[in-house]
């Protein structure tokens, strides 16, 4: 029997296509999300690592690949990203090194995070959680129903800034909510509304566009004041995508009601930052993508790709298939 060869898995996988991995490869698994410290690989220890190990194969999430990884001759490089960006692809190119990736492994646990930061930003849920919890249903001599009444959200219109795959897994959720659903994007065909025109029919505007250099700040003070008074502002993609210090001035004058954030500059938000001080603000802490079905769903994609590479085919999920057959 031919040995099978043999893979250091970095990235967090389970289900079925884990163990469809297991089948395929003999997998050495250590995924850096469950060490305490947290642990992520320079691409020199990581080096240090796949040569200990003796890999031919690696699967990874958020190590670095690079310089002298690509230098060890490895089959495949597969990372459970949507973006391969923890890759030098053209790199590993150089090196004839496939790269395999995960579009679309976390567009339905974003999109429904996004849909619960609509909600609860909408019916001021943690507020009224607060209430509860402190005993205070009935603060100040009023009534919950007097505080938490608000508007519904069925009727309005949805803007959505980027169609990818997260897009899109809004833009179903929310039109069975029963809004209008809009989107801007110059590569889907889909969407069918500029930036500015988006802004100022949107009751909502959902930011889902990657980090480009031509999105890095996209949304600042002349955008907010472009959109409608009392818009409902949420970006579960990336800060770099808006100007926080425009969104405060505009959640402080009223031009936008409320906002749920789920990601900031540096993985970070100071405890005294302007946002947190405000009820009509839902922060979470870039947890979009963090439920067992990605880990599961990006298993599968990974296995299915690597079982098409060994034996020949082409993979559904390759970033450089120029480098097949060389």
């Known amino acids: 029997m031919t040995p099978r060869p043999r893979a250091l898995v970095t990235a967090p996988l ?4 884990f163990a469809k991995l297991r089948e395929l490869l003999d997998v050495v698994y250590d995924p850096w999300i469950e060490q305490v410290p947290l642990r992520i690989y320079s691409a020199e220890q990581l080096a240090e690592r796949i040569t200990a190990e003796a890999a031919e194969v690696l699967v990874v999430e958020s190590d670095s690949v690079q310089g002298p990884v690509l230098e060890l001759g490895l089959r495949a490089v597969a990372s459970t990203r949507g973006d391969p960006n923890n890759v030098d ?3 590993a190119t150089a090196a004839g090194v496939p790269v395999l990736y995960a579009p679309g492994r976390n567009a339905d646990a974003v999109a429904e995070l996004t849909v619960a930061l609509l909600l609860a930003v909408t019916r001021a849920l943690l507020t009224a959680d607060a209430d509860v919890r402190s005993g205070n249903m009935f603060r100040d001599g009023t009534i919950p129903y007097q505080r938490f009444r608000g508007a519904e959200i069925a009727g309005l219109t949805a803007g959505l800034v980027g169609l990818g795959a997260v897009g899109r897994a809004t833009r179903w959720r929310l039109a069975g909510l029963g809004l209008r659903v809009i989107a801007c994007d110059p590569y889907s ?4 509304h ?3 025109e988006l802004l100022a029919e949107s009751d909502i505007v959902s930011l889902h566009a990657p980090v480009t250099e031509d999105t890095t700040g996209m949304i600042g003070a002349e955008q907010f004041g472009a959109m409608r008074d009392g818009v409902v ?5 990336r800060a ?7 969104l405060v001035d505009a959640l402080r004058s009223g031009k936008v009601a409320a906002a749920g954030l789920d990601h900031f500059a540096g993985e970070w938000l100071p405890a005294d930052h302007p946002l947190t001080g405000m009820p009509n603000v839902v922060l979470t802490p870039h947890i979009g993508g963090a439920t067992w079905n990605t880990e599961a769903r990006q298993a599968q994609m990974v296995a299915d790709d690597l079982e098409a590479l060994l034996s020949g085919a082409t993979p559904a999920h390759i970033v450089n298939p120029e480098v097949l057959g060389s």
Do not use: I, K, W
Request: no cysteine; aromatic share 4%; net charge negative.
């Open 14 to 17: 389970r289900g079925p296509g």
């Open 89 to 91: 692809v053209a790199g």
């Open 189 to 192: 065909d889909e969407a069918g």
């Open 194 to 196: 500029s930036l500015g």
């Open 233 to 237: 502002f949420l970006n579960t993609a």
């Open 240 to 246: 770099q995508l808006h100007d926080t210090d425009a």
